[in-house]
């Protein structure tokens, strides 16, 4: 158990960092990254195990956001998102939960859940991360296109991104 | 308190998050400039909006007391109207004190008016002041913009008003612009309307000169606006014309109505009353 909570710690750890010093400079639609931002770092929180706790979910989520705010320059942005999606994570586990129900100490990973539950579980939760980053964001209604907008290129690099990860790297080794 | 206790343990990640969210927001508030512009624009439109309407609906509740308040200040400030004109025509013997319980002094009194007629043939007005607040007959009543008519008789709280649209109702008047003065007298017919007799055939009058009191009657002051000629009748054998004069006062829509209280009425009355004997 100690172990797990460490390899969880040390994924967000590592996500941020490739976050904070080689996303944030990328840039590929618009200038300074206008209307695409990569955001791979919420798979960290996508990937804390089932049986985490609500209280530890919502510390963890608010205490990485803050992390990244930091070093992005807009304190509580960040927090605010990761915020709303570990809220919503839990809700989302149970409408997506299989006919036999989740065994004790289950991840949410493609190789235990199978890749197509993967991919949707992880779109659903990419996709409430990146609209509530960019509603923070631009914080008015009144530009709501330019929220969907935003949201919508992002989405589609993160996503693009998180799954190469996923392939790439086996999150339970 | 128990069960309080037990709800909070219960929903206490739920609680938590609430307070993050809340700590959030105050940070994206406080540390980010575009958030935080964006969040006073709002905050004081809102606040804005709230208010005025609130003090939109507060003020409804107010709007009878503040309409007395107005009626009261109209009051005063007619009084002065009224009176200065008396005393700057006079103004060399002002310093006398004497001279002072001489000149016609006037006093306005505000009212509404709770019952008005303008079909009949003799129309009539009721107001809600009476004998208890100093009120007797012949005293002249007006509004902001034009007259009203005469007070005829009075009760301890009401008073009947002879209406302009009443034929026994003769107001002295004058036309400004040229001097001539007569009686006015309503025709019956259109309410908007009523009827300066009595203008001799010489007089300058041209359409759209303004009519007021002549102040020779001790029921109005002199210069209360009453309205402007519409149209000049010219009978064929008679000495005088019969002017038309359009009444500036909706008498349909009166409401608030002032009435004059001349300090000098009895005396003038009584001495005037003499000189039927000379007719």
Request: charged share 15%.
């Amino acid at each position: 158990m100690n172990n797990e909570i460490v390899k969880n710690f040390l994924r967000i750890f590592l996500l941020s960092l490739i976050q904070i010093f080689v996303l944030k400079e990328i840039v590929i639609f618009g200038e300074n990254g206008k209307y695409s931002e990569i955001l791979i770092y919420p798979l960290g929180l996508i990937l804390l195990p089932l049986s985490t706790p609500r209280f530890f979910l919502f510390f963890f989520a608010f205490l990485t956001g803050i992390w990244i705010d930091i070093f992005y320059d807009t304190l509580g942005v960040h927090a605010a998102a990761c915020l709303w999606m570990a809220f919503a994570r839990p809700y989302v586990l149970k409408f997506m939960e299989p006919k036999s129900g989740y065994t004790m100490n289950q991840h949410p990973v493609a190789q235990e859940l199978g890749v197509f539950w993967f991919m949707q579980y992880m779109a659903i939760l990419l996709g409430i991360f990146v609209f509530a980053y960019f509603s923070m964001k631009i914080f008015t209604l009144v530009y709501i296109a330019d929220i969907v907008i935003r949201s919508i290129l992002s989405f589609t690099i993160s996503y693009f991104i998180l799954f190469l990860i996923q392939i790439i790297f086996d999150p339970k080794s | 308190m128990l069960k309080l206790l037990q709800q909070v343990i219960q929903h206490g990640s739920f609680i938590l998050f609430l307070l993050l969210q809340f700590l959030c927001f105050y940070f994206i508030i406080n540390y980010n400039q575009d958030q935080k512009k964006i969040y006073l624009y709002s905050h004081q439109k809102l606040n804005s909006f709230v208010t005025s309407r609130y003090k939109g609906v507060v003020d409804y509740f107010g709007l009878k007391k503040k309409n007395a308040i107005l009626a009261e200040e109209n009051a005063r400030l007619m009084e002065q109207h009224y009176n200065s004109k008396t005393i700057i025509s006079k103004e060399n013997i002002e310093t006398d004190s004497s001279f002072n319980a001489l000149v016609e002094k006037y006093q306005i009194i505000p009212a509404r008016v709770i019952n008005n007629s303008i079909n009949r043939p003799n129309n009539l007005i009721t107001i809600n002041k009476g004998g208890k607040d100093g009120i007797l007959p012949n005293m002249g009543v007006i509004t902001t913009t034009g007259i009203v008519g005469i007070v005829t008789d009075t009760s301890r709280n009401f008073s009947l008003v002879l209406s302009v649209l009443n034929p026994n109702c003769k107001i002295s008047s004058k036309l400004i612009r040229c001097g001539f003065f007569g009686p006015m007298i309503w025709d019956g017919e259109n309410p908007q309307y009523s009827t300066l007799v009595d203008i001799q055939k010489y007089a300058d009058v041209k359409i759209g000169d303004t009519v007021s009191t002549s102040g020779y009657s001790y029921i109005f002051p002199g210069q209360v606006p009453i309205g402007t000629v519409n149209e000049i009748e010219n009978n064929p054998g008679a000495f005088t014309y019969n002017i038309h004069v359009k009444l500036f006062q909706d008498m349909a829509i009166l409401d608030e109505v002032y009435i004059i209280k001349n300090s000098t009425m009895m005396e003038r009355s009584e001495l005037e009353s003499k000189g039927i004997k000379y007719e």
